[in-house]
Every structure is written in structure tokens, then in C-alpha cells.
């Protein structure tokens, strides 16, 4: 099911902003049991993204009338929800117009199934070549600007991996091409910064908040590819996968973990 | 008039690639007297942009007869058509389907009233907050990701500028929000290089090799903010305004020059 600005449709107006410039923002739910995952996290990274491109926020009340209604749609569980907000139609130019009023769409996703299959056989991930440049006015927040995550989604083509580990221009490890990374190392765990490049994920922060909760380290920072080569263990986090196990990075090998298994199910229980 | 895959339409589909991740690529062209001004280097440019994006450029003879009709359909001389080429309609997720097939969008707009008011009068360019990243990867070419262009030409909302000047992360000046930019010190001509970042404009390339068959020399480089302050003569380039000179850069301004409506009329007058 699709709604957008809440009827039914199967289009949008030719003349989105979305369409023209990618401007705006989106976010990806996981519904279970009728229950939309971590909405609050997902509603606070849409509002921080319309701030920082001056869109207006739609009402809460009237998103969640239209989950709803494409949630009453669906008999499956889980399934996905898919919002993307857009600035709406205008004229051919970049400068927003002072008309603009944005354009919701709401749309119903399969969970994939692979995510099986990740849980049980862990990824396998490879180093992009395609990079992730710096730009920390568009840093954190999930924009309609994904090109990069495109091209390099796009070496994983005919390969045996499963994510790609995206370097920043620095050559700074910053994040999959679809989740966040972490890594353990003498029982502290790392996350990369994500002020210059990067998506704050809603896992990423539910992970991090665990962890700190059960009095475990957490360093957030600059790091390079050789210090997740070093890595006692390693995972990958999203909003399907919630965490998953990393097996290989090119030709660097890791056991399987069952902690790893235990944090999963940990962020899985988390209300 | 729209034409969308050759039909008349005013929607596209809301699961287009183009809507959710800017995954394509576009030009926008100016038609005088029913003939589109540099169709070829535009579709040179469009071409290179196909192929760093790995989409399908579609045939010549397929565009040139869309763009016949709505020329046919448009009265006003000059009027512009902004030609949008995705990847086409696709499911959740970043990599690219093995089935996937383009979506053209070709549309007419008026052709802007205040560039006759920047051949007169001149521009007046402030210095941007918004950088550009650098990301050799989509430098040069025109695609669908422009958040940047979206945000910098924000800043001018209620000030006194008609254009903004755009430097790298790394602080090189590199182009304007919707143009690109030339200077002149001591008779030698100076435009930045575009391989870090910025759009290779079609009107840029017509410049350079205009000012090299006239024997003159144009250094292409890395350029800070202070080489442009120090500029005899400043001039920005793009489809619609061809050159327009520079008259203030934030405090600094230069007096009107006669040159440069030369220069802007031998642009007009090349075949």
C-alpha cells in the first residue's frame, strides 16, 4: 500500500523537489506485531534531518493516523514501512520556493529475507571503492541524497558479499552501505564518528545506549580500516537486521560469536 | 508540456529511483528559434554522466524526436527544456536491479526574466556557507544529488544577491550555485578545476575553447577565495545567462566592462 499526503496512489507529481534534487529526508520501520519498532528514535533523526534542510516537520498526530492506516493494510509480520518526506512540487531552480508545502509518502515493503539469514550465517563484507565524501551539514541525517550509497551497493553485483565498509574521503572507516559498524577489541567496543560523513542509525544509538547502560566502554572516534582488521569481533546494525555478526572483511576471518547473538536478542527486547 | 517515456503526464511512479535516491542524472537547455543551443555538448555531458552511474543513455534518435514534440508544442522563443533521465522505477534498497529501465522526463519552462536583468546590470555574489564535498566519483557531470545546490542557494532567501560563490571543503573556489565561474588577472583567464567537485557547465567549455582559438590563455586550477578578490574582472557562465559579469563579491566590486559583453556575444553567435 502507498499513501501519499495520505490518499491512495501509485504517483507523484512530476515536479517533486524529491525527484529533482533528492530534497528531503526518509526513514525505514520495521513493524512488528502491528507495533512500529523504535518510532520515537525514527521521528526524532526525521525532525533533526527537516531542521537541517529548513522542511517543515509534519504533525505527529497525523503520521501516526497514516501508519496506521497502512499498518490496518497489512497482515504480515514483520513487514517494512518506508516514509519519505520531500519538499513538494516547484519551478525549475535550487532556491526553495516560499510556497512549498512537502509531500508524504508512506509505503508498505516485505521484510527481506536474507536477514535470515545474516542472523545465522553472519556477513560477509568487502571495502568499497566508492567513498563517502565529507560534509558535515549533510552528515547523521538520512536524506534523499544517496548516490554514493548506490555506486557502492552496486561493487556487491555478481560478488559473494553481502555489505560493503565505506571509507570516508579521509580514508576514515565510517559505516555500511545500508548499517552502522561496530567492533570489539580487548573488550571495549568502537563506533566511528559521524560528524563529517555518515547516517546516525537508530540501532547505532539503541546499541550504544545498551551498552553504556551495562557499564561497557564505548569510544566513538576517527579510526582506520586497520583498526577493524585488529578487531576481536565485529558487527553491522540497521533497523531489519538490528545486529549482525561481520564473518570476513576481504580476506581477514572471524569466529562466530555468540555474544553477539546475546546483543541482538538484548536490543530485540528493548521496549 | 511533459513528455514522461514519451507520454504526455504530469506524475511518475512513486517507487522511481530518481524520487528516492537521486539516481540520475539531467540537463537543462535553452531552444532558440526552435533549436536547442549545444544539444551535442549537453548529450556529451549527459553521456558521461550515464556512464559514471552505469545507467543506459537512450538513443539519440529516441531523445531528438521527444524533443522535436515539445518544441512543437511551444511558442515562446527562448523557452528552456530541462531533459531528467533516472534509473527507473525499483524496489527498497540501495543496489541497483538487474532489470531496471530508465525513466525519461522531458519539460518546457519559461525562460527566466532577471537574466536580462544580469546582462544589464551584473551579478552580485556572496560567499557561500555551504561547501562543496569533494567526491571525484560524481564530480564533472550533472546528476540528481543536489542537496548542496538546494541549501547554499537558501542563503540568499531575502538578501540582496543574485548569485552565491561555492568553495570546496578544502576551501578552493570552485563554482556558484546554478553557474560556473571565470576570472581574469593581467590579461590571463583562470577557471577552477572540476575534479574534486563542482558540474563541468556547457557554457564553461564553450568559453575555454572560444578564448583558446582567440589565442588567449585560460589556467585551469586549484584557486583560493583571495586569487577572485584580486581579479581585474570577474564573470560567471552557465546555459541560460551564457556570461554574466561579476559586479560585487560580498564588500568587493568591479566596474562594468565592455569585454565581457563581447565575449557573451561571441558565445551567443557560435553555431
Redesign the interface.
Known amino acids: 500500500m502507498?499513501l501519499?499526503n495520505g490518499q491512495p496512489?501509485?504517483?507523484?507529481?512530476?515536479?517533486?523537489?524529491?525527484?529533482?534534487?533528492?530534497?528531503g529526508v526518509?526513514e525505514?520501520m520495521v513493524v512488528i506485531d502491528q507495533h512500529i519498532r523504535f518510532l520515537d528514535t525514527h521521528l526524532e533523526r526525521l525532525k533533526k534531518g527537516c531542521e537541517r534542510?529548513?522542511l517543515s516537520m509534519p504533525d505527529r498526530d497525523l503520521l501516526e493516523n497514516e501508519f496506521e492506516r497502512v499498518k490496518n493494510s497489512q497482515s504480515d509480520t514483520p513487514f517494512?514501512i518506508?516514509f519519505?518526506l520531500?519538499?513538494g512540487s516547484g519551478?525549475?531552480?535550487?532556491?526553495?520556493p516560499a510556497d512549498s508545502s512537502t509531500t508524504r509518502?508512506i509505503?508498505t515493503?516485505s521484510f527481506?529475507d536474507k536477514v535470515m539469514q545474516f542472523w545465522e550465517s553472519g556477513l560477509r563484507l568487502h571495502v568499497c571503492k566508492?567513498?563517502l565524501?565529507?560534509?558535515p551539514?549533510?552528515a547523521g541525517i538520512k536524506?534523499?541524497?544517496?548516490?554514493?550509497?548506490?555506486?557502492?551497493?552496486?561493487e556487491?553485483?555478481g560478488r559473494p558479499y553481502d555489505e560493503g565498509l565505506m571509507l570516508s574521503?579521509a580514508e576514515n572507516v565510517i559505516e555500511g552501505?545500508?548499517s552502522n559498524i561496530f567492533w570489539v577489541k580487548d573488550g571495549t567496543y568502537f563506533t566511528p564518528d559521524l560528524t563529517d560523513?555518515g547516517i546516525e542509525g537508530v540501532i547505532r544509538s539503541k546499541v550504544i545506549d545498551l551498552l553504556e547502560s551495562m557499564n561497557t566502554e564505548v569510544k566513538t572516534g576517527n579510526y582506520l580500516l586497520e583498526d577493524v582488521l585488529k578487531a576481536d569481533k565485529v558487527f553491522m546494525t540497521n533497523s531489519t537486521m538490528l545486529v549482525a555478526q561481520v564473518m570476513s572483511l576481504n580476506d581477514k576471518q572471524w569466529l562466530p560469536d555468540g555474544e553477539l547473538d546475546q546483543l541482538r536478542k538484548r536490543v530485540a527486547e528493548i521496549k
Chains 1, 2 share one sequence.
Do not use: W
Open positions: 502507498v501519499v496512489a501509485q504517483s507523484i507529481d512530476v515536479s517533486d523537489r524529491g525527484l529533482h534534487y533528492g530534497d526518509f525505514t534542510l529548513v517494512i518506508k519519505l520531500t519538499r519551478g525549475r531552480g535550487y532556491a526553495i509518502v509505503s515493503h527481506p566508492q567513498p565524501a565529507i560534509n551539514g549533510l536524506h534523499l541524497n544517496r548516490l554514493e550509497q548506490v555506486l557502492s551497493s552496486a556487491r553485483s574521503t552501505t545500508m560523513c
